[in-house]
């Protein structure tokens, strides 16, 4: 590895270093606690090192949200080009979407909705605010796109696509901030019984044709 290389390596280990220890700050205390000295401090980084990279904790966090909404257009770009062979099982490859964006990093993926609340934006300054809207408005087009074609085909009911589209996005979403708190609260939770059984309703729900094996009360009860 040439001298360049190793300097960009090290450039990016670095800065990785500090998203990974903004985010356990935002985890166990949350975003108000955070301060770019905590930061230096967890990541072992000096102070003046961690400015090199980031101007700010908002540019570091927004850093961590742009990365991993990146992989969630991939996953759904994906099963956007594979739609025609996916057709009879779109809505359950959107909701594998959906589990496998929370799934691969559950404190940026809650941290991304914390932002995206109005008074965070508005607080942003425009450039990384232009910067979460974009990121954001590429996988909201990605669902869009895949509801559509499901609305078009006739596999999901005749409806508004972008309207059904955010009933699925939401109801996913709704289950996982219950459910976190829920673990929050009481440290203990039900997602993977809960979600399955929400994907159980919409199906039965959402296509034109419901599936005819299998009902909404096979799904395991909670404990």
């Not at 850093?63 to 739609?83: E, P």
Request: proline share 2%.
């Amino acid at each position: 590895m040439g001298v360049i290389e190793r300097r960009k390596r090290e450039r990016e280990v670095r800065r990785e270093l500090a998203v990974d220890a903004a985010m356990a700050i935002f985890e166990e205390e949350g975003y108000h606690a955070i301060t770019m000295e905590k930061i230096a401090d967890r990541a072992e980084l000096s102070r003046a090192a961690l400015y090199l990279y980031f101007k700010n904790k908002e540019e570091i966090l927004i850093s961590a949200m742009v990365s991993l909404t990146d992989y969630f257009a991939r996953l759904l770009q994906d099963l956007y080009d594979k739609r025609e062979q996916n057709k009879d099982r779109l809505l359950e490859g959107l909701w594998e979407c959906f589990k496998k964006f929370y799934e691969r990093d559950p404190v940026t993926f809650s941290a991304s909705h914390y932002f995206f609340q109005s008074e965070m934006i508005r607080n942003l300054p425009k450039e990384l605010a232009d910067i979460l809207q974009e990121s954001g408005s590429k996988v909201v087009g990605l669902q869009h796109k895949v509801v559509e074609y499901g609305v078009k085909e006739g596999v999901f009911i005749q409806c508004n696509p972008k309207t059904l589209s955010e009933v699925i996005w939401t109801s996913f979403l709704g289950i996982v901030n219950l459910e976190r708190c829920k673990n929050a609260l009481a440290h203990k939770g039900h997602l993977d019984i809960t979600e399955s059984f929400a994907l159980a309703v919409l199906l039965r729900g959402i296509l034109a044709k419901p599936p005819v094996k299998g009902t909404i009360t096979s799904v395991k009860s909670r404990a």
